[in-house]
């Protein structure tokens, strides 16, 4: 059975769907399509676990527990320490994702999952310390453009229209500086992933993915027939759910987005490296941030609550 898995981390419109799909192509390989940043969450939880010392067995009262209440200074007891075990939480953890993972795909064909919502230190290297064999694609595209297609997506476009007409030019504006903070840390996101993982990470630009395959298929050493490139060239080829860049939402359009988001992202990114992620802002919270959601979270809007595993 393969244990090397593949994690395909993108931002949010950045052709990872599209990628995913050519990943498929390749009968010895299935890539799983999003699933709410999850593993996210495990990872948090693993932090947690692993923030005290090793577990303890015996109850309370074999461990003096009156010799506390009266004395308050016995030898090695630590009242708040519990039977969890790292350890054995974490081999669970790793059983979980597997056992998800390899729903459905055959012994000899290796597993795999892209998701919007990952990148970073600690997902990185969490996944590295469970799977040391895994590898990591990273799809990085033109955060100007990608601030274009996070507006003016399908969702995005009825969710803005339901929240004004954006007329006001600086009412417009402040959607793009909040969309292009957020891709901005996205993608800051994704250097850490490339910094951590070092030679077990690709780096693929969206711009030039369709030209790559063989690059792609190399670095994951999976052979490539005639047949995988049939199929690869039938998938580029049909090509869907592609943004309509011609609409306008108020004074939100292609030209005014671009305008604005060559202004706000080199900005952001400063803010970024000098200072590190805000997350009140990320989240929408305090009364900053009302459109980082445009950057892929919108079923978390307003919940006080993320999924993109921001606290990590």
């Not at 953890?93 to 459905?104: E, P, V």
């Amino acid at each position: 059975m393969n244990d090397n898995p593949l994690f395909v981390f993108s931002a949010h419109r950045a052709r990872s769907t599209l990628l995913m799909r050519v990943l498929n192509c390749h009968p010895g390989l299935v890539v799983w399509g999003e699933h709410g940043g999850i593993l996210n969450n495990i990872a948090e939880i693993d932090n947690i676990s692993r923030r005290f010392g090793p577990p303890l067995t015996a109850p309370l009262a074999e461990r003096g527990l009156g010799e506390f209440i009266r004395w308050q200074t016995p030898i090695d007891f630590s009242p708040w320490r519990s039977p969890v075990s790292s350890d054995s939480l974490r081999a669970s953890m790793r059983d979980w994702i597997i056992r998800t993972f390899r729903t459905g795909v055959a012994p000899e064909q290796r597993w795999g999952t892209k998701e919007i919502r990952y990148g970073g230190t600690a997902i990185t290297q969490f996944l590295r310390e469970l799977f040391p064999a895994c590898q990591f694609l990273v799809l990085r595209q033109d955060l100007t453009e990608l601030c274009i297609s996070n507006i003016l997506a399908p969702w995005s476009a009825d969710d803005l229209r339901a929240l004004g007409t954006f007329t006001d030019p600086a009412e417009a504006e402040a959607v793009v500086a909040d969309c292009a903070y957020a891709l901005a840390a996205v993608d800051w996101r994704l250097q850490q992933t490339l910094d951590v993982a070092g030679s077990t990470a690709m780096c693929i630009r969206s711009e030039d993915s369709a030209n790559m395959a063989d690059g792609i298929f190399a670095f994951l050493n999976l052979p490539l027939t005639q047949a995988i490139r049939d199929a690869i060239t039938a998938v580029m080829e049909r090509r869907v759910g592609q943004t309509d860049k011609g609409q306008s939402i108020g004074a939100l359009n292609r030209d005014s987005i671009r305008q604005w988001a060559e202004k706000y992202i080199p900005a952001a990114q400063h803010e970024i490296a000098k200072n590190g992620l805000d997350r009140t802002r990320l989240m929408g919270q305090g009364g900053r941030g009302r459109y980082c959601f445009l950057a892929g979270d919108h079923a978390m809007r307003g919940s006080g609550r993320t999924s993109m595993g921001w606290v990590l």
